[in-house]
């Protein structure tokens, strides 16, 4: 069974979702929804879509439409979600997948209330590199969890882009710290007892964020996000046995990861590279295929991940607005 999907959005991550749909299986892309009519007619085109839906209402009361991508921004995320699943869609909404655990609380109980599956879009962990790190991690081979650390930064956007506006979710936290925390959750495997961060705030929203998660006997995570920097990317966890390194964990270049283990003074380097750069989305799209299709709850970014993720970005944000 191939399951059709329908694209919410046609922002600047449709060049990456429309081409991971290429490369998928056992998914196809049948039509994308946007505002603007001559923009969403040339992306349908650009993707293969056969329909190009002016507004996002048209999309999700499409009768070929099986499951929707809501790639629209942080602001719209549970509005669109909760619409499409009460229309009986399936949803692989875009991370972060809301903007509060209340709205993560609304989502989640349309999805079981409609039977329809909902999953974050944390393209990230689909990587093999993201794959082997937590499968060494889990297997103890770096002995007890001392310290995590977590960056993504970089230069922003365009003034007028949404991550900027306050209204619609925006912020470091939000559109690039947030792989920082679901990252140091999924390699620590619990949950943090305190948070706590610092930041600077411009028109209302956070720019340049540095946190802590504290999870108790001493070991912690650290995470920096940024707008206002030169690229910085990695996760680094240091355990009582060894230290892992993944250079490059959100966008490797050219879909080659890296994880670096180093114990006793030796550095085991394990390349892992993806037939394309965007493989990793297209294994996130084929995963929600096979839960759609097989009519069982995602298992490579569980609800349960996505409610905590949203948990720790409020405890942070909460903590540096103090």
Known sequence: MTV??????????????GT???????????????????????????????????????????????????????????????RALEAGKHVLCEKPLACSTAEVDRMFAAAHAHRRQLMEGFMYRFHPQMIEAARRVRAGELGRLLHIRASYATRGREPENPRYWP???????????????????????????????????????????????????????????????EGVYGVEVVGTEAKLVIPNPWLPPGG?????????????????????????????????????????????????DSRQTMRVIEMLLASARR
């Open 4 to 17: 059709r999907f329908g694209i919410l959005g046609a922002g600047r991550i449709l060049a990456k979702i």
């Open 256 to 304: 080659v990861g890296e994880v670096h283990v180093t114990s006793g003074g030796q550095t085991e380097v394990v390349r892992l590279a993806t037939p394309h750069p965007l493989s990793h989305f297209a294994a996130e799209i084929e995963h929600f295929a096979e839960c759609v299709h097989e009519n069982r709850a995602p298992t490579m970014v569980p609800e349960a």
């Open 20 to 82: 991971a749909f290429s490369l998928a299986r056992g998914a196809k892309l049948v039509a994308i929804a946007s505002r603007d009519k001559a923009r969403v007619e040339a992306a349908a085109r650009q993707y293969g879509a056969a329909r190009a839906h002016t507004g996002y209402e048209a999309l999700i009361a499409d009768p070929e439409v099986d499951a929707v991508f809501n790639a629209l921004h942080n602001g719209l995320h549970c509005e669109w979600t909760v």
């Open 167 to 229: 209204d619609a979710g925006g912020g470091a936290l939000m559109d690039v710290g947030c792989y920082c925390v679901n990252a140091s959750l999924l390699l620590a495997g619990r949950t943090p007892e305190h948070a706590t961060a610092r930041a600077r705030f411009a028109g209302g929203v956070d720019m340049t964020l540095s946190g802590v998660l504290d999870f108790g006997g001493g070991s912690a995570s650290h995470i920096l996000c940024s707008f206002e920097s």
